[in-house]
């Protein structure tokens, strides 16, 4: 239980720091403060995930730097790839877009994404890890295993109150495609009204996500599956 504990304590803390970088980021480039990310709560669990996962995979070449290094970089990019990939099939969006980006694979990953990305993991498996378990190991194990679940419990509430704010948003995309003759690339336009509606409503959670995601795209729903099951 206490190394159960200590993964998930450690998948917290990174979620929050990479959620904590993507605000810094974008307070920097647009000077105001975003709460990033597809939840509410201050982490970003891509971040987590990546941490665990390349603590999990890539312990066994710590005596061999650069092998490392590229490693992250893998296992880094197919994560993120992943990521994107499943997230626009399921919500039929896309949350960010490398398209403008030199040497990027679908828009999903690119190259300037990359090598921070091994630069931030080398960091994370000779220095924060040893840190952050340092400390972990530290706390009472009753005390560590309270707050886990604490935490998870948490992070379970925001998936479903995350979730349900995406599907009003799917509604309200769903809504305005039905009213539109569409054509072969209408992302632009379809996303630009979504967003203007989102805009001038009061709910809250909805304007906080498409302020999170500045370059989320809403991707045209095809009807061709419904034509031919009316032909049938």
């Not at 190394?3 to 917290?12: A, H, K, N, P, R």
């Not at 302020?211 to 991707?219: G, R, Y």
Request: charged content about 20%; glycine content about 4%.
């Amino acid at each position: 239980m206490q190394q159960i504990s200590t993964y998930i304590l450690l998948f917290f803390i990174y979620s929050f720091l990479g959620w904590s970088l993507e605000v810094i980021c974008k307070f920097v480039s647009d000077h105001k403060f975003v709460n990033r990310g597809f939840l509410i709560g201050p982490y970003c669990p891509i971040y987590g995930w990546g941490a665990l996962i390349m603590t999990f995979l890539l312990n066994k070449y710590l005596d061999d730097p650069v092998t490392l290094f590229i490693m992250i970089i893998l296992v880094c990019s197919i994560l993120e790839y992943l990521t994107s990939y499943f997230l626009e099939k399921i919500y039929h969006t896309r949350w960010w877009d490398y398209s403008n980006y030199k040497f990027n694979i679908n828009g999903r990953i690119c190259l300037e994404t990359m090598i921070p990305f091994g630069i931030f993991g080398m960091l994370i498996m000779y220095k924060a890890n040893p840190f952050f378990v340092g400390i972990i190991n530290k706390l009472p194990n009753t005390f560590a295993l309270i707050l886990s679940i604490l935490l998870i419990i948490i992070f379970i509430v925001d998936n479903i109150i995350s979730s349900k704010t995406i599907l009003e948003i799917q509604k309200i995309n769903k809504s305005i495609q039905s009213k539109l003759v569409l054509k072969k690339d209408d992302t632009e336009r379809i996303t630009k009204l979504v967003r203007e509606k989102i805009e001038k409503s009061k709910k809250i959670l909805n304007r906080r996500l498409i302020h999170a995601f500045p370059h989320l795209k809403l991707l045209k729903r095809t009807r061709q599956k419904n034509t031919k099951r009316k032909n049938r």
